[in-house]
């Protein structure tokens, strides 16, 4: 082999292996593409479902308890920084108490939901400042055919294999950290040091 059949032969497979790269990186982004539509999809999907099982289990709650009970949302925004995550809001009311369900996702990641309970005005009493608390709900996960489940999120903030909920056990659990005081002092209890959570707050657990 004389010295420019070699020299060639380098060049080429360097062209070759260059554009295998692009051709990688170009269906990275593609994917990355895709999950971000898919998650923006169905978290919007899981917070429509949300709503109307509230207000379901809302009028139910209210015939059985003469309890009065107010429904807002979805409610949909984005946020500009620092990556053009978007949120979905559905607060639940009675009396002087809320709660909020808020689904976040951003892209590369899969879409979050937690509840976010004002602290001032539910069964916790703060001293001074507004507080918040952040409790971790689930993960929505897309399946093999594209649909989606809802993953518990355990205590450090990861998926509870096998721990599968229904948009129902999502909306009891608001109702129950509404309305049951123990319900809510057991979970700020529970909440680690860290935990994966949208920007609210960084650290899930009372804010001030």
């Known amino acids: 082999m004389d010295r420019w059949e070699e020299l060639a032969r380098e060049i080429a ?5 260059r554009l295998e790269h692009e051709r990688r990186e170009l269906e990275a982004q593609r994917e990355r593409e895709r999950l971000w539509q898919w998650s923006q999809a169905h978290a919007a999907e899981v917070m429509n479902a949300i709503a109307l099982t509230a207000a379901r289990r809302a009028d139910e709650l209210g ?15 984005r946020i500009h920084q620092p990556s053009s995550a978007q949120v979905w809001v559905v607060r639940v009311a009675s009396h002087d108490r809320q709660i909020a369900l808020y689904a976040y996702a951003s892209p ?7 509840y976010l ?15 918040l608390v952040s409790f971790p709900g689930c993960r929505i996960t897309p399946t093999a055919s594209g649909e989606h489940l809802l993953r518990r999120l355990g205590r450090d903030g990861t998926t509870e294999p096998g721990a599968d909920l229904e948009v129902d056990d ?9 309305l ?18 949208p920007p609210f707050s960084r650290r899930p657990t009372i804010c001030d």
């Open 13 to 17: 497979a360097a062209e070759a292996e």
């Open 117 to 131: 309970l004002d602290g001032d005005v539910g069964w916790i009493r703060a001293p001074r400042r507004q507080r």
């Open 180 to 197: 049951r005081g123990e319900a809510v002092r057991h979970a700020v209890k529970a909440l680690p040091e860290t935990v994966e959570a």
């Open 108 to 114: 590369g990641s899969l879409p979050l939901v937690h």
């Open 170 to 178: 999502l909306v009891f659990r608001a109702f129950e950290l509404l």
């Open 63 to 77: 015939t059985r308890t003469g309890l009065r009970f107010a429904i807002r949302g979805p409610e949909h925004n």
